[in-house]
């Protein structure tokens, strides 16, 4: 049985529950269960905390994970990213004292709190800074500057609001980007390969996320075109592959359906609009398989 770890809580926590059953899969109701047994689909979920995750992959003790990249890479953890899950997205920035209008290369000599400190050290040595001090500190890292504890801090930033109630401002560009992950174990060396079982289990589990994860990328579109317009009209959505273009009662219309990116559905069907095309709809795709996949990667957005 396929074992996988999910986020026990934090702001990964319900978007991965809400993933996991989009793609089918059983999860818990009460969030002091620890494990959860799906039978039907032959996996068993384990809800651990996030910044654990990727440890307990690497040494195989599970066969995937989702956890954050930023989470990952503080761990150190000998794992490789299986598919990217389009939540979770935030950046990872050094913030200082707004009034003191810090640049990068002003952390040198500073104490930087952070609750990344492998991450940090590694950046700050990439660049050639050195620190006075990186000090660990499990949350609440705002607050270190105001209290003294340290000079600016390293942290996820999202709307910047928490900063900005600190009197903290960003410093430099951000030290990374990261969203949710799946992962798998990196073998190691005269490690036995997974049995062909346990690799099929794993990659149908990952096709079943990737279905849901592509599928909120993208909008159906149907419409009813013009046949005079109709060439135009497949340029405007041509589809991950190519658009069903089906014929009509009246020979003077088509009726189209095709996939367009969801950042750009509004701005197509006003182009749609204007060629002379009626009844244009778009609905939710809610799970798909074989988008136009090639290399394990999804076609971009047209």
Sequence with gaps: MLRVAVPNKG??????????????Y?????????TVVDDENEVTFFYLRPKD???????????????????TKESGASVAERLGLGFGAS????????????RFEDLKDKRIATSYPHLVRAHLAIHGVRAAEVIRLD????????????????????????????????????ILESEAVLVERLPKPNQKPDPPDSVAEKDRFVERLRG??????????????PLAKKDDAI?????LLSPTVASLADQEWVAIRSMVARNEVNRIMDLLAKLGCRAILSSEIRSCRALGVVNGELDPPR
């Design 53 to 71: 995750i990727a440890t307990y992959v690497a040494d195989s003790l599970l066969h995937l994970g989702i956890t954050g990249q930023d989470l």
């Design 11 to 24: 702001s990964l926590a319900e978007a991965a529950v809400t993933l996991l059953r989009d793609s089918g």
């Design 235 to 239: 340029k405007l959505t041509p589809g």
């Design 91 to 102: 950046k990872f920035c050094y913030a200082g004292p707004k009034r003191d209008n810090l």
């Design 212 to 225: 849901v994860v592509y599928a909120r990328r993208y909008l159906m579109v149907d419409y009813d075109c």
């Design 139 to 174: 949350g609440a890292v705002e607050i270190s500057v105001q209290l003294g504890v340290a000079d600016a801090i390293a942290d996820v930033v999202g709307s910047g609001r928490t900063l900005e109630q600190h009197g903290l401002a960003v410093i430099g560009p951000a």
């Design 26 to 34: 059983r999860q818990r109701t009460d969030t002091r269960d620890l």
